[in-house]
């Protein structure tokens, strides 16, 4: 059944609740191929969407995010949250809300969280994978990296998700539209669903 959704409002996050529930679905679909893996979980509103999938396919979604929050989510910058400041560290830390996220979903047996940059995790990845959703930093050299590190994990007919993806600039940021533009060119993909922000691909044969 899907995700609840009284419970994924109530985190912190940018997902939209139908933006939540393709996300949901596009897991289910799947994650009969193999584990699934999101980079950028912030306060696990994602991670309720895809986890409660995984849940009900009987997979593990690998949450991977450093839990200090991304560039504009700083002190000073147009996403920063004070209540997600930690004085005593003087830095971000979601990963509390994170895990009282995981708690009240009842997903502590489902997800496992990776805490640590991106790109120290592929370094020792050898798992393929079913689904891969990327949302995390949004400047074009981290959205490019996260593509390029963790695609080639993706199996055949496995589904690449990215978030914030605008094709008109003067909706948002421009680097998830030019690396999701890039996959699509790559000839390795092709488009499998879009709503909103969300967009989709599958990985080709």
């Not at 912030?42 to 009900?56: D, H, L, N, Q």
Request: glycine share 8%; net charge negative; charged share 20%.
């Amino acid at each position: 059944m899907p995700p609840d959704f009284d419970l994924i409002r109530a985190v912190k996050g940018f997902l939209a609740d139908d933006e939540g529930l393709h996300l949901y679905r596009a897991a289910l679909e799947a994650a009969h191929l193999g584990p699934c893996l999101e980079i950028g979980s912030y306060c696990g509103k994602s991670t309720v969407c895809i986890g409660t999938a995984c849940r009900e396919s009987g997979r593990v979604l690998f949450a991977i995010d450093h839990h200090r929050g991304s560039e504009e989510q700083q002190p000073g910058e147009a996403y920063f949250d004070p209540a997600l400041f930690d004085p005593a560290a003087g830095r971000i830390d979601t990963f509390r809300h994170f895990r009282d996220t995981l708690s009240r979903a009842g997903l502590q047996d489902t997800v496992v969280p990776i805490v640590c940059r991106s790109e120290l995790a592929v370094r020792a990845w050898a798992a393929p994978l079913g689904f891969v959703f990327i949302d995390g930093g949004h400047a074009l050299d981290t959205v490019s990296a996260d593509y390029r590190n963790w695609s080639p994990h993706l199996m055949p007919g496995g589904l690449l998700a990215f978030h914030d993806v605008f094709p008109d600039p003067s909706k948002g940021g421009q680097a998830p539209y030019q690396v999701y533009r890039q996959a699509l060119d790559s000839d390795l993909f092709r488009e499998h669903s879009l709503i909103q922000s969300l967009a989709v691909l599958e990985r080709k044969p």
